[in-house]
């Protein structure tokens, strides 16, 4: 590995002040992440997973500590990530298609080329759709869709403009085990084809392990990484890789690790 | 199925009707004058007898109240998105706001005649500040209670201030303002009657004022049902729009 990390985090702290209460919700984080790698953070329930999202994407900002992305420190909310939560955060007033499309209306160049180019990128926006299963579904509004279909569109709407980093919280939590399944190998398509970077926050060991190259075990609040497991199992995996012996041993290891300090 | 449909569909004038017949049978049971509580059948005589009148008054009625109406939606809304958009203008200008609403409208009518004399003028004003804050209410909630994660997606996008207020603030803040609609439209009838009655010599409250002081009581009784119905009306204008622009916010319940 050669140069400088992509996503830096070093030393990180973040505490949310309300009122008279204080928060230490991460203390101490550090973690690297290459360009172009999938990696996945999973702990216990409130140990900061979120947290450490929004501090990656500039929405907070550190009480101590430093991040960079691509060796510029982040002050304020990074340009031009994409992310997709848990609950779909899909426009109401808006179709499919508009909702998919809403980034190239504030990312520049898209933002500035949109309107000349609107067919380009409408074409652009429906092969996206096509990869997800959604091509039929691009007039409908986001009410009219399954959940499922509200977090393919919603994954769409996350890296429509290309981003270099993909930030994604729980965004399988909510479905169905058979509908989950399914989105982890859409999800490993999309990487595969776009090698964005991309941070998986999850509570299943099963996806972690699936999508990731790496995996991130944090620990109880105040969060911080107490193990980092290279998945060195080849990428596309499938629903047989699940199966295997060496994917239930790293999903195993993993479980041990998360239990350990949920008792602790 | 169909005809619990059929009933619910007719229930409001079902109700209407019961109402009525319910007000006749009292008034001969009871035998009241009718310059107590008219039957509904005199005043319905009446309203046939003096339609002109009504019609002419009910007219300019009904023009103070959309003009003034029309003045608390541009006014409101624009006041609205100003305090929902705008920690510092909250701050500033809630208190006043809440303070002004306190004040009975009717007791600034009378300044209002001194300022624009008695006519058009104070109906609308009156009809335009009684509207209007239910609207700046209404418009400010639907902008500061967007989702925060939203606000995340357009935020981390690098949306700026006025991105984020025109992509998701606005669109969401319409259901709220078509809501806040049908609660101004009614208020601002309340308002121009009440200026009419005061302060002027046409419009449905100068009707049944000057009705009323010649002991014409039917008539004063058609003015108030001229009015309800015209409130009923405008209403239903309001839904018709509200349905139409902002039907996202009813979800599928408007398809069946
Ligand atoms: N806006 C906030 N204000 C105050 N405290 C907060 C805020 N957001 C989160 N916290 C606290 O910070 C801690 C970490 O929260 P965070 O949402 O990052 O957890 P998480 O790991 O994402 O949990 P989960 O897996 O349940 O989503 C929690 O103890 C939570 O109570
Ligand atoms: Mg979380």
Known sequence: MQGPAFVKIDGVSLVYELAEEKTLAVEDLSLDIEEGEFVAVVGPSGCGKSTLMKLVTGLLNTTAGNITIGGKPVRGPVQGVGMAFQNSTLLPWRTTLENVMLPLEIVEPHKRNLRRNKKAYIERAMSLLKTVGLADFADKYPWQLSGGMQQRANLCRAIIHDPRLLMLDEPFGALDAFTREELWAVMQNLWMEKRFTAILITHDLREAVYLADKVFVMSKRPGKVILTKKVDIAHPRTLETTFEPHFGAIVHELRDHIHEVRVS | ?256
């Not at chain 2, 009292?26 to 309203?47: D, K, N, Q």
């Open chain 2, 1 to 256: 199925m169909t005809s619990e449909k059929a009933l619910q569909r007719a229930m409001p004038w079902l109700v209407t009707i019961g109402l009525f017949v319910f007000w006749e049978a009292l008034c001969i049971v009871t035998g009241v004058e009718p310059f107590i509580l008219p039957r509904p059948s005199l005043v319905f005589e009446t309203t046939v007898q003096f339609a002109p009148q009504i019609l002419h008054h009910s007219l300019q009625t009904l023009f103070t109240t959309t003009a003034g109406f029309a003045l608390g939606v541009v006014g409101g809304a624009l006041l609205g998105i100003a305090i929902g958009a705008s920690k510092l203008v909250y701050n500033g200008l809630y208190p006043v706001l809440i303070g002004f609403n306190s004040i009975p409208k009717v007791a600034i009518v009378p300044v209002l005649v001194i300022w624009f004399g008695i006519g058009t003028v104070p109906a609308i004003i009156t009809a335009f500040v009684i509207s209007f804050f239910p609207i700046v209410v209404n418009v400010a909630t639907g902008l500061a209670t967007i989702e925060p994660e939203l606000r995340d997606v357009l935020r981390s996008l690098g949306a700026t201030k006025m991105e984020i207020l025109t992509k998701i603030g606005l669109p969401r803040a319409m259901p709220y303002l078509f809501a806040s609609l049908k609660i101004a439209i009614t208020l601002a009838f309340v308002g121009s009657v009440i200026a009419e009655t005061v302060a002027s010599n046409e419009g449905i409250g100068y009707l049944m004022l000057s009705a009323s002081s010649s002991y014409n009581v039917p008539l004063v009784f058609s003015g108030l049902i001229v009015v309800a119905v015209m409130g009923v009306l405008m209403y239903a204008v309001a839904v018709w729009f509200e349905r139409r622009m902002t039907g996202w916010a009813f979800r599928g319940e408007l398809i069946s």
